[in-house]
């Protein structure tokens, strides 16, 4: 990871937990290295499935323990800039035209961000994640080439490894495993049963820690 040359990381996923499981060792990096870090969360995840495990959370409460909850992780983190914007769950790709691009057009100009971390486009499963990597992809192309912040996308669709090959940005997470098992546990109506199988002494367990617990994975994504 490359501290001295980034002004100001921006993250933007569309759900409460997103930064949690494949970001969260990377965040607080980049901030305990002292370099500024915006969490732009674009919806509260409350048209979610997981209502708990087991269920605790009703479909009218879920709004409010999501926020909760990712006002939770940013503290552990050592978040200071949290930006909840509201946009209604599950239907960012109905989003008039151009409105995520200009959200995240003028994050980047405020923040005079270097490097923006967020979902790979078509290799991210959701459409709520499709459509935030789109709009990602359209601001940041429509910037002056001198300007643009560097692109480190998250992918995990099933073809990633066969279309992409192996990610070219890996961060060693050791030392932040404790600090990140507390972001996961901050969202526990989304992450109970993984916290379950990551403290199993199972085979289960064991691969759930290798895959989440010692190193975040990345791909660069360069725009022609």
């Not at 998250?154 to 997470?173: H, K, M, Q, S, Y």
């Amino acid at each position: 990871m490359d501290f001295a040359n980034e002004n100001h990381v921006l993250v933007v996923f569309p759900h409460p937990d997103d930064e949690a499981f494949g970001v969260s060792g990377t965040i607080m990096k980049y901030i305990d290295a002292g370099v500024p870090v915006t969490y732009a969360c674009l919806t509260f995840g409350d048209m979610g499935r997981m209502l708990g495990y087991p269920p605790f959370a009703t479909r009218e409460s879920l709004r409010a323990i999501r926020k909760a909850e990712v006002e939770e992780s940013a503290r552990v983190m050592g978040l200071k800039d949290l930006r909840l914007l509201g946009f209604r769950d599950k239907t960012l790709e109905f989003e008039e035209k151009g409105i995520l691009k200009e959200v995240i057009t003028n994050l980047v100009e405020e923040l005079s961000t270097t490097r923006i971390i967020s979902f790979y486009p078509g290799y991210s499963v959701h459409p709520d994640h499709e459509a935030t990597a789109d709009a990602v992809i359209e601001a940041v192309k429509d910037m002056p080439i001198k300007d643009r912040p560097k692109l480190q996308m998250v992918a995990f669709d099933n073809r990633t490894f066969d279309d992409l090959g192996e990610p070219d940005i890996v961060n060693d997470i050791d030392g932040y495993t404790d600090r990140k098992m507390e972001v996961m546990a901050a969202h526990r109506s989304q992450t109970g049963k993984l916290l379950e199988d990551l403290a199993a002494d199972t085979q289960q367990g064991d691969d759930a820690r290798n895959r989440w617990m010692k190193y975040e994975n990345f791909y660069s994504y360069e725009i022609d």
